[in-house]
């Protein structure tokens, strides 16, 4: 619910408390995301307004460094004026944001493509569009739950009608009700419909004055969920916080894990699926060896038959008709370009060659079976794993080109798991540090270091050549490569970073000692991402 009307409640208290703070600038760097870059005294703010089509949110983003590259401004003419206050649509997800000079800007926080961002000036004409779509909004026209038809399921009546709940919401309302969320509106008597709605009106007051927020699973495997308050239907609390933009940003950056984990979670099923059906094709091919056989002794006795007879020095065409040691006649097919001496040594060859196939593959037979039952067992584990597990399986097993070499070396190493299925990989002292970073990280692979500090090599697995990274990728790596350095006990510091095949060694130089050409810096500050674990 990270756009729910009652959480962007909440964001917008915390955007007014930054009340007087003025637009340094306006600008996106990466596709679907505005920042609105504030300042107030000393203090800088970064207010993000992402209308991407699932996690269209608007939530601060301390800690964010612009980078210099890949910027594009927006609303020019916001730049200078200073935050007057921030106002939510009373029935809809549309945020205004009045800056000095008349101009409002508007977050239409709906999800998918109606989601965008417009400046509109003083006399109400829409001058600016993040998204490209100018037109003018209007708030929705709310029904009346009592008022919704008799069929329609209860919690759904709740949900969209005026009281602004949702689903989740609704269902906790019934719950605290002792009502069936999912029995038809019409099966309720009048007693019943007001005690639903006194619980309802709480709730709702519940989470506008809420002084936490939550993030929530059903279970430890199920999808996460922000909250404003504990919901019996997500038992499991794995975040609570003051902060609602700070939720909001946590329920993000999981969900984009768990997004990316899904993607290698079908992409691991179909690699293990084809590997089945290629070994169960071996392993049947080595069970029924009988007609390999059968092939085999056909051709031993075609040669043995060819040389028994009394012109073997002679070309006898495509096919040549004999008697078989029993009498009967059989067609024995040839090669046309050799004599039937030379034919009866090439059947013999192909005999030899079929027999010792025969023999590797009933020899390999039980490591068919073996690796056939650990794949279907493994299948069946990817069902129930959590994400986590999906990618251990993953890189040990079956999508890592080197499995076999990179799965010890890993362990070698500090291991972080990242948001949207990154790894980040750091060295432990200096000669792991040039086992790192000159053997185990590939030419795509990302390398981090503090700027003028000591500290560890820092890889960031990158399974896409043709792409960078995110930036919030980029910018939690720096802040592990910080965290690993001699900068952890400081603020803020400069990372330098570029591709793995830009990193080298020279001839003679110090255990942990590289050289790096075309260097990109970013600003970070040292400490391990929410959500992270060292698995190393």
């Not at 006898?316 to 004599?339: A, F, V």
């Not at 043709?466 to 720096?478: F, L, N």
């Not at 830009?502 to 003679?508: C, E, S």
Request: overall charge positive; proline content about 4%.
């Amino acid at each position: 619910m990270i756009r729910h009307h009652f959480t962007l409640t909440h964001i917008c208290r915390e955007i007014t408390l930054e009340t007087g703070a003025f637009v340094v600038g306006c600008f996106s760097q990466e596709s679907g995301s505005l920042m609105l870059a504030l300042q107030i005294g000393r203090k800088e703010l970064f207010l993000e307004i992402n209308t991407d089509f699932v996690f269209s949110s608007v939530a601060f983003r301390p800690g964010y460094m612009p980078a210099r590259k890949n910027v594009r401004p927006f609303f020019r003419g916001l730049t200078g004026q200073s935050l007057l206050n921030a106002e939510l649509d009373a029935t809809d997800r549309i945020l205004r944001l009045r800056f000095g000079g008349g101009f409002v800007l508007e977050s239409r926080i709906f999800g998918g493509a109606k989601s965008d961002v417009v400046l509109i000036d003083r006399n109400g004409e829409t001058i600016g569009s993040f998204s490209g779509n100018q037109e003018k909004s209007a708030s929705k026209q709310l029904t009346y739950f009592r008022e919704f038809l008799p069929e329609t399921e209860i919690f759904r009546a709740l949900a969209k009608s005026d009281l602004l709940l949702g689903e989740y919401y609704a269902r906790e309302a019934c719950r605290r009700a002792d009502i069936s969320a999912y029995a038809p509106l019409g099966s309720l008597s009048d007693s019943e419909k007001d005690i639903l709605e006194n619980c309802a009106l709480q709730l709702r007051e519940e989470c506008k004055e809420s002084p936490l927020c939550y993030i929530l699973q059903k279970n430890e495997h199920s999808a996460v969920l922000f909250s404003l308050i504990p919901l019996a239907e997500f038992p499991v609390t794995i975040w609570r916080g003051v902060s609602a933009g700070e939720g909001v940003r946590k329920t993000i950056g999981l969900r984009r894990r768990e997004r990316r984990g899904a993607e290698l979670h079908a992409r691991l099923e179909r690699t293990l699926t084809k590997k089945l059906q290629k070994l169960k094709r071996a392993a049947e091919m080595a069970a029924n060896d009988a007609i390999s056989d059968g092939r085999a002794q056909s051709r031993r006795e075609w040669a043995e038959i060819l040389l028994a007879q009394p012109n073997v020095s002679e070309r006898s065409g495509n096919s040549i008709m004999l008697d078989d040691w029993g009498g009967e006649q059989i067609i024995i097919p040839l090669d046309s370009r050799y004599t039937i001496a030379e034919n009866a040594a090439i059947m013999f060859g192909k005999a030899r060659d079929a027999a010792k196939r025969t023999e590797l593959r009933r020899k390999r037979l039980p490591e068919f079976y073996r690796n056939i039952a650990e794949i279907e067992s493994d299948l069946k584990k990817i069902e129930t794993n959590p994400i986590s597990e999906i990618f251990e399986i993953m890189e040990r097993k079956y999508l890592e080109d080197s499995a076999a070499h990179t799965a010890p070396e890993q362990s070698k190493y500090r291991k972080f798991d990242l948001e949207e299925g990154f790894t980040v990989y750091v060295g432990k002292n200096a000669t792991n540090n040039d086992e790192l970073t000159m053997r185990f990280a590939k030419p795509n692979d990302y390398w981090f270091h503090a700027r003028g500090v000591g500290g560890s090599h820092v890889v960031l697995r990158c399974s896409d050549s043709k792409s960078k990274p995110p930036k919030r990728i980029i910018e939690q790596t720096a802040a592990i490569a910080l965290y690993y350095s001699q900068q952890r006990s400081g603020g803020y510091a400069p990372v330098a970073y570029a591709q793995k095949k830009y990193v080298r060694k020279p001839k003679g130089a110090n255990p942990g000692a590289v050289i790096m050409e075309r260097e990109e810096v970013i600003m970070a500050y040292p400490k391990l991402p929410f959500g992270t674990e060292n698995t190393g």
